[in-house]
C-alpha cells in the first residue's frame, strides 16, 4: 500500500514539474524580443509631430502625380515609414492595454508592423504580418498573414478575437460599408478584397500594383473615373 501510494505521489509530481516547465516556456515565449524589432525613438518627438518625410516627399509625389492624370509610382522607405510612425500620438491606450515604441519593416511581399504592448507591467513585442495583393480583377486585399505575440503565433486566435471585438464597437453605430475604413477592416478581419480606388483633392486614383521588397514598398497608380 505503502508503495502504490508512494508511486501515486512521483507520478503527479512528475505531472505537476511537466505542467510547470510548458508554463515556463509559454511565458518565455511571449516574452521573446524580435532581434529584428529596433523601433524608433519616440520620445524625441512632440506629440502627434508630422514626418518631414510625409510632408516635404511623400506627399508632394501622390499630389502632384495624381494633379497630372496619368499613371505615375509612388515609393515608401521602410526610414520614412518609420519616421512617419514615430511621430505619431504614443502611447495609445486600448482595452486597458499600453501601445508604444512601433516599428515597421519591409520583407519580400510583406509589410511587418511592431510594437511593445504593456499589459498591466507585464510586456510583450506584439508583430503584425500583413501580405496585401491584389487579384486577376484588380482587387486589393490586405492579408493579415501573421500575428505574434513574442515568438508564439497566434494568428487564427487573435482573427477570431479582433473580429467580435470589431463587431461589438461598430454595432448600434450607423456605419458605411462603402467607406475605405469599413473596406479595410473587412480585408483585415475576413481576406475580403475591395477596389483599391482613393480621392486625392477631388481626383479618384487606382493601386494597380504594389510590390514589397526589402526596405521599400513600391505602388503604381493610375487615374480612376
Not at 49 to 58: A, C, I, K, W
Request: a positive charge; aromatic letters at 6%; charged letters at 25%.
Amino acid at each position: 500500500m505503502q508503495i502504490r501510494k508512494k508511486a501515486k505521489r512521483n507520478k503527479l509530481i512528475r505531472w505537476l514539474l511537466i505542467d510547470i516547465a510548458v508554463a515556463a516556456i509559454v511565458f518565455a515565449l511571449l516574452l521573446y524580443r524580435p532581434g529584428r524589432y529596433k523601433p524608433h525613438d519616440s520620445d524625441k518627438y512632440r506629440r502627434g509631430e508630422v514626418s518631414p518625410y510625409l510632408t516635404n516627399e511623400l506627399s508632394p509625389t501622390i499630389y502632384n502625380g495624381t494633379q497630372r492624370v496619368e499613371p505615375f509610382d509612388v515609393v515608401i522607405t521602410q526610414e520614412g515609414l518609420n519616421d512617419i510612425i514615430a511621430r505619431g500620438n504614443w502611447p495609445m491606450e486600448s482595452e486597458g492595454v499600453l501601445l508604444y515604441a512601433p516599428a515597421a519593416l519591409f520583407t519580400p511581399g510583406r509589410l511587418v508592423l511592431m510594437g511593445t504592448a504593456d499589459a498591466k507591467g507585464v510586456k510583450f513585442v506584439v508583430t503584425i504580418e500583413l501580405e496585401p495583393k491584389i487579384n486577376e480583377e484588380g482587387l486589393l486585399n490586405l492579408q493579415l498573414a501573421k500575428l505574434k505575440v513574442g515568438a508564439m503565433n497566434i494568428t487564427p486566435l487573435a482573427k477570431i478575437i479582433a473580429k467580435k471585438m470589431y463587431m461589438q464597437r461598430i454595432s448600434g453605430i450607423e456605419i458605411d460599408s462603402n467607406g475605405i475604413q469599413a473596406k479595410i477592416a473587412a480585408s483585415l478581419l475576413t481576406d475580403e478584397p475591395f477596389e483599391p480606388v482613393f480621392i486625392i483633392d477631388d481626383k479618384k486614383v487606382r493601386i494597380e500594383k504594389i510590390t514589397i521588397e526589402n526596405e521599400k514598398l513600391s505602388a503604381h497608380l493610375v487615374p480612376a473615373s
